[in-house]
């Protein structure tokens, strides 16, 4: 019990410093422009979201594929129903989807996923929906 109620002391955000660090980490990991698909490339990163962490609502007007390393997150796109993914399953994004629900599923533990995007080539990876 003592550790559960220390535990839920520590996760309290009560500083917008502590809000921040419930932003998703990003890294990249490869990009290449596709032979054959002209005016296209193919991106490859890992997004890691911290314990309670989650994505603003967006878009990426591209292919979007996602595959959870670990831990379990939430996914949702405009007119769909959200969908829990825990490791080793996948989600898709279409070019016209709004991703309206990408959060941690954990406020205890991070999650982790590698997505691979196709899109137009020099395009953001990633575009806020106001």
Do not use: C, W
């Amino acid at each position: 019990m003592y550790r559960a109620l220390l535990a839920s002391m520590l996760f309290v955000p009560t500083t917008a410093a502590s809000a921040e660090t419930l932003e998703p980490k990003l890294a990249p990991l490869l990009s290449r422009d596709l032979a054959g698909i002209e005016g296209k490339e193919g991106t490859m990163l890992t997004v890691e979201y911290p314990p309670g962490g989650s994505d603003p609502i967006h878009r990426h007007n591209a292919h979007a594929f996602v595959y959870v390393l670990e831990g379990s997150v939430v996914m949702q796109v405009q007119g769909g129903a959200p969908v829990t993914l825990h490791a080793g399953q996948t989600f898709y994004e279409g070019p016209s989807d709004v991703h309206i629900v990408g959060r941690n599923a954990s406020t205890t533990a991070p999650a982790k996923f590698v997505v691979f995007i196709v899109k137009d080539k020099g395009a953001p990876i990633l575009i806020p929906v106001p």
